[in-house]
T-cell receptor, first 114, second 112 residues
Framework: EAGVAQSPRYKIIEKRQSVAFWCNPI?????LYWYQQILGQGPKLLIQ????????DSQLPKDRFSAERLKGVDSTLKIQPAKLEDSAVYLC????????????FGQGTRLTVV | GEDVEQSLFLSVREGDSSVINCTYT??????LYWYKQEPGAGLQLLTY?????DMKQDQRLTVLLNKKDKHLSLRIADTQTGDSAIYFC????????????FGTGTQLKVEL
């Protein structure tokens, strides 16, 4: 079974530029999550999707971050414009549904904003 | 609050047992999890415990839950160099689907 795929693995951008991350969850998984992991900290949930609908985006900085999962499969997370403090690893995870106990994580995209 | 706290660093000798501790604040958490993160890799679920359980054992891993003190621990028996990684405790919030609140992580270093 293929795991959660994310791209790119690494990205370096200048502040005020835009960036987008892509995630392909495990086939058949209805729930998809984006987490932000700042160096030295645990991951923090940004947004949770159930199919193509947003379940929780309470911790997403909506003035600069956006995410979509239009067809209920792949998802993109965008930052526009980026700030220095956005430097982090962005992790995508998926689970069969929101009641399922196990979430599977991708390898993440490491973003450096200079 | 929904804080999860862990000690930052633990060093053990190969073959010894490791005990990683975690405290959490949300008494309504349904599940408590332990994840492992190796350098450059995503998070790997090691084990989880339902909140109405006190203990769960899975091969070399033993999870103990003290719900009264909101304390969770992970014991790794016969620790190996391959166990060197960062270990995250996480709580699953009641009514919050499967979204997780993670601790800061404990870096385990296994020395020969």
């Amino acid at each position: 079974e293929a795991g959660v795929a994310q791209s790119p693995r690494y990205k370096i951008i200048e502040k005020r530029q835009s960036v987008a991350f892509w995630c392909n969850p495990i086939s058949g998984h209805a729930t998809l999550y984006w987490y932000q992991q700042i160096l030295g900290q645990g991951p923090k949930l940004l947004i949770q999707f159930q199919n193509n609908g947003v379940v929780d985006d309470s911790q997403l900085p909506k003035d600069r971050f956006s995410a979509e999962r239009l067809k209920g499969v792949d998802s993109t997370l965008k930052i526009q414009p980026a700030k220095l403090e956005d430097s982090a690893v962005y992790l995508c995870a998926s689970s069969f549904n929101f009641l399922n106990t196990e979430a599977f994580f991708g390898q993440g995209t490491r973003l450096t904003v200079v | 609050g929904e804080d999860v706290e862990q000690s930052l660093f633990l060093s053990v000798r190969e073959g010894d047992s490791s005990v990683i501790n975690c405290t959490y604040t949300d008494s309504s958490s349904t599940y408590l999890y332990w994840y492992k993160q190796e350098p450059g890799a995503g998070l790997q679920l090691l084990t989880y415990i339902f909140s109405n359980m006190d203990m769960k054992q899975d091969q070399r891993l033993t999870v103990l839950l003290n719900k009264k003190d909101k304390h969770l621990s992970l014991r790794i028996a016969d620790t190996q160099t391959g166990d060197s990684a960062i270990y995250f405790c996480a709580q699953g919030l009641t009514g919050g689907g499967n979204k997780l609140t993670f601790g800061t992580g404990t870096q385990l270093k296994v020395e020969l």
